[in-house]
């Protein structure tokens, strides 16, 4: 199984603030048609999931630009600039490359 | 506007059986693969299975794999997981997902 490992565990954001989560996977997540199949999920507090960024840069729609996403095939990073009260919640990377479909384990951003 | 319903939770003993369903609305049902996430209390997400647009392939993870199975009516729009042999660790919310939207959630607690 593919392991996404998220960092950090938490994180405490100025509003007006950038704030950034890694997700590194244990296997490359290119797949043979050039796609990179890692996706970003926000879990605002007693919601759904949201798709927030797919195939590792593509903003879902909906989302703000304030969200980004970059990295290779192994190493990805969510920024989030101007943080806003709105953004609180847990982020979760996750990858569609093969099954099983795995997670990371979260990251909770609050504000301070 | 996609919508997903999910219905069927509940508190049942360990050792039986629950079935949940997914009503889906605002998109042609029968083209997308459709998927059940579950989130156990206070934890991160947890893909459990997914079956294909048609009905012909399904994917299991390994720890539900000969409990449940997953389902779908294609005419009526709707997405099943039937859960046999229930374990204390399935208690969860579980979310029915079309990529990339999720439904509100149904509550399953196992527990005698």
């Known amino acids: 199984d593919i392991v996404l490992t998220q960092a950090p565990l938490s994180v405490s954001v100025t509003p007006g603030e950038s704030a950034s989560i890694s997700c590194r996977s244990s296997k490359s997540l290119l797949s043979s048609k050039g796609i990179t199949s890692l996706y970003w999920y926000l879990q605002r507090p007693g919601k759904s999931p949201q798709l927030l960024i797919y195939q590792m840069s593509n903003l879902a729609s909906g989302v703000p630009d304030r969200f980004s996403s970059s990295g290779s095939e192994t190493d990805f990073t969510l920024k989030i600039s101007k943080v806003e009260t709105e953004d609180v919640g847990v982020y979760y990377c996750?990858?569609?490359?093969?099954?099983?479909?795995?997670f990371g384990s979260g990251t909770k951003l609050e504000i301070k | 506007e996609v919508q997903l319903v999910e219905s069927g939770g509940g508190l049942v003993q360990p050792g039986r059986s629950l079935k949940l369903s997914c009503a889906a609305s605002?998109?042609?049902?029968?083209?997308?693969?459709m998927a059940w996430v579950r989130q156990a209390p206070k934890k991160g997400l947890e893909w459990v299975a997914t079956i294909s647009y048609d009905g012909s392939s399904t994917y299991y993870r390994d720890s539900v794999k000969g409990r449940f199975t997953i389902s779908r009516d294609n005419a009526k729009s709707t997405l099943y997981l039937q859960m046999d042999s229930l374990r204390s660790e399935d208690t969860a919310t579980y979310y029915c997902a079309r990529h990339p939207n999720w439904g509100q959630g149904v509550m399953v607690t196992v527990s005698s």
């Open positions: 996750g990858h569609r490359l093969e099954y099983p479909l795995t």
């Open positions: 605002g998109f042609t049902f029968s083209d997308y693969n």
